[in-house]
């Protein structure tokens, strides 16, 4: 093979406020196939995933994770095939989901485990596993099962209930027997987010614009009140399902999404989790690594058998991924955000 | 015995926004010693406690409790003695903790169990009962055990420090290894924390008055960051420690003193709770029951020994109840809240 060119976008500079299209910028590098060092792997990627969790990259200070360092390829997870390999562990034409980050292709030092990951395509299309037997799926799982806890014949609320975190909260809610209730953002999604994935009802926030508001349509959509609730939103969302929860409610933080420009979002009544013994607790899923394999096998388990479903906006090459990422950040995006890059 | 005049105080009325005295009013009602039922107790009180949770009793509308009936006698903890008995359970003479609230007798259906139980004063004073080894004890027992869980070598912060339950969590996780800092108002109560109660350090939060200053005064009393939070108080406080919190910190609500007249207090930066992957849960103590004779047990057998020290307040006669109440809720008090009855 000759030397391939290799389109990247980089962090050209931090937000301040609202992310940009000109806090990216699009560059190339070469990279040569035929010059690999032992051990390495060159994958094309097909897909990259885009994720809430970048906008935080994005931000300097204190986060839990190292900021995005300017100047370098954008983080992202990525699914592709293997196109040269000198690691044994790996052949050409495999089938493989790692961190490409937002580019064309990767040169992985496939060493370490977990660094790159075969994936069997037979039963689940490749995409899964950026989505519903990824990460955002395993986020689901651990959230929902290690903290959520619900028991049979509880109501659990989930927000951002079309994306692709929480669309998989809510069937598995369901499967324990839950009473799963979504909040989305306009008719479409909720349509989506009722008929297609089989939640009991779902809350349109756009049509509630208040607390007050957003509330009364809590209470309509969960007659016995809130006993689990998985976050991806914050801010208004949050208060108005604190002011529904039962007492020893649980609410799993999984996303701020609402907080990540600018100005930190208050918690309007704090006081609620003390009247209402409630338990609010944050996590990452990077950091229940033992909890995937358990997590990975039952959500594979799950589309194979039509079980777990899911949508996705894919964006076309990875000129588009910048402006793809904005409109996440917005919730333009219905389901589980790809770009193509082949 | 002639029959006794019992003096009571009762709720007058409902404080919009602070308590004051108008919100209590002092009646008399007598009391027969020789006209009890089978099955009753007539306890003369001798000590009452005041406690926060009394102010939220006062409100009306959702709380964790019954609001306090107008006209009826205030609920409270006290100690006391049987004077009268027809229950094979009780003697005269016998010391007894109960919730007899703010008057000096309470005749007593001692049937059920838990309603009044008697207690030894050999090792152990009268008055602990209705602090270290009482309610505020057992509240600062479950709140560190279940929720906080500090492990050796971690730092544990509890705000109100010098109170009834504020020293005894400091003082228990001195016992488990930790390095135990709190948060007290003013010179002398910080000074009383490190000096008498053991804590490493105590922050001075009158001497902080904005989020940033009250920030670094925690990180320099706890260069290794915070762990553990016991929290009595909320609002800045609160707002402070999240800041300082470490990676997994684990925050017991117990009390959001500041929030209880009028309008919610906010939390700053609820993000830190996914940012820092916390944990906050609100507990009361009335909902732990089995986990009381341990607690009791343990808090009895420190205080017998010496090592588990507090400082009470003891207000003069039943009249004087009302203005030392308000005084608790400034923090007006130094140590244990009581009035003296007989």
Known sequence: MTTLVNQQIVLASRPTGEATLDNFRLVESSVDPDALAEGQVLVRNHYLSLDPYMRGRMNEGKSYAQPQPLGEVMIGGTVGEVIASRNPRFAVGDRVVGMGGWQQYQLVEAHQREVLRKVDTTHVPLTAYLGAVGMPGVTAWVGLHTIVEPKAGETVVVSAASGAVGGVVG?????????AVGIAGGPEKCAFVTDELGFD??????AHRDLKSLAQALKAACPDGIDGCFENVGGLVLDAVMLRMNAFGRIALCGMISGYDGQPIPMANPALILVSRLKLQGFIVSEHMPLW????????????????????SIAQGLASAPEAFLGLLKGRNFGKQLVKLT
């Not at 799950?302 to 479903?309: F, P, Q």
Request: hydrophobic share 45%; proline share 3%.
């Open 171 to 179: 069937q598995l809610a369901k499967a324990k027997g839950c009473r």
């Open 293 to 312: 394999p358990a997590a990975l096998g039952e959500l594979g388990a799950m589309v194979a058998a039509g079980r777990l479903k899911y949508r996705e």
């Open 201 to 206: 009802a779902c809350v349109d926030y756009k």
